[in-house]
């Protein structure tokens, strides 16, 4: 059995809100006293106040979550600057949440030994990871990009490279940092996980929607997220090749497609800022100098068929009948590039799916396979549906 609660409050006054979260989670547990947690917020939160409370209720709940771009759920739809709390309930798996704290320094060695020590406390092997990191965080007063690549190479080094790892990054648009929860504390440059062991089931399907276009060129210069040069020329040139001189703060939605080993699979880096003198571009995620790379266009409709799409894929990897939760990491670009069209991203799931369980959040990065079977990446511009339940 896997039962689960979502609750959502639109309340601004972060007292309110969490007290009509609590009750919401009463009215659908009852008397389950619920082992594990995921909560997503916004940064204006009393996020001390939010997490007493729900340690308060469920005394030793495992509970993992971090900041948003914006919340989603079967509740509310999609939404600003309100409070998602999701519990869960089994009598089948076992669940362990762990944080890894200043990851800005050794983000590798930090997850590693992250994961590691939560392992050992539970008394079967995982079978899945759902991991919230940090994004960016503040040092010395400068916003700072944290390399989630490493991230990822420090959970594998425990967890293993083939091992089913999920998430998305914190966000904050307000270009401060981000936060992550951890039981009863919210913590900044670090990384929330929960572990989850037993009968578990799952599928996932991972779209963007974004296609390449152009010729496919290598990076030539770059160092962690700030790309310098793209064959012969600088990396800005490189796109005003593409998009021109005029407007060009379109850049931001224009991401570069990154292409695996096979030289057919790839994932996305969203640009963030450029620099005219320099000629550089700064980007969401960090890119390896070598990579081969594409740059890619997008439309409305594309973004919302690729919701579809990876939406029918986790249907139909699903190796059970009855999936009990789906969860969705959004990327925030996607949410900006939508604009009113950005309720439809949800939309799809709950017209297919009207009695299914949906939470998620838009984030600065997400995180999962590049493609059905492919290794674990960091993405930019993608939506990924994962699957979860025990029937």
Known sequence: MLKVAIAHSLDLDSKEAI?????????????????????FTHNDSDFQLILDRINETYPGIELIGGTTAGEISSVHGVVDDSIVLTLFYSDELNFKAGIAEKISEDPLMKLKNAAEAIKSDLNKNPNICIVIPSNSTLIDGTFTIINTEDVLRGL????????????GCAANLKYTGDHQFYNNNAYVDSAALLLISGPLKFSYGIESGWTPIG????????????????????????????????????????????FDKDEESFYLRGALTFDEEQGYISF??????????????????NIIDA????????????????????????????KWVLGTRVEEEYQVLQRDFPDLPVVGFYSGGEIGPIGIGKPIGVHNYTFVCLLMGVD
């Open 19 to 39: 007290e009509d979260v609590l009750s919401q989670c009463s009215e659908q547990l009852g008397d389950l006293k619920p082992q594990a947690a995921l909560l």
């Open 156 to 167: 594998k080094s425990s967890l293993g490279e083939t091992f089913s790892i999920f998430g």
């Open 215 to 258: 010729k496919r060129t290598k990076i030539t210069h770059a160092e962690k997220n700030i790309v310098f040069k793209i064959g012969d020329q600088s990396a800005l040139n490189f796109y005003k090749h593409y998009l021109g001189e005029s407007d060009f703060m379109g850049v931001t939605e224009y991401g570069l497609a990154i």
């Open 284 to 301: 969401g995620s960090s890119i390896p100098e070598g990579a081969i790379v594409q740059l890619t266009h997008t439309t409305r409709d």
């Open 307 to 334: 919701v579809k799409k990876s939406v029918n894929s986790a249907v139909i990897e699903y190796p059970g009948s009855n999936p009990s939760i789906a969860l969705c990491f959004s990327c925030a670009a996607r």
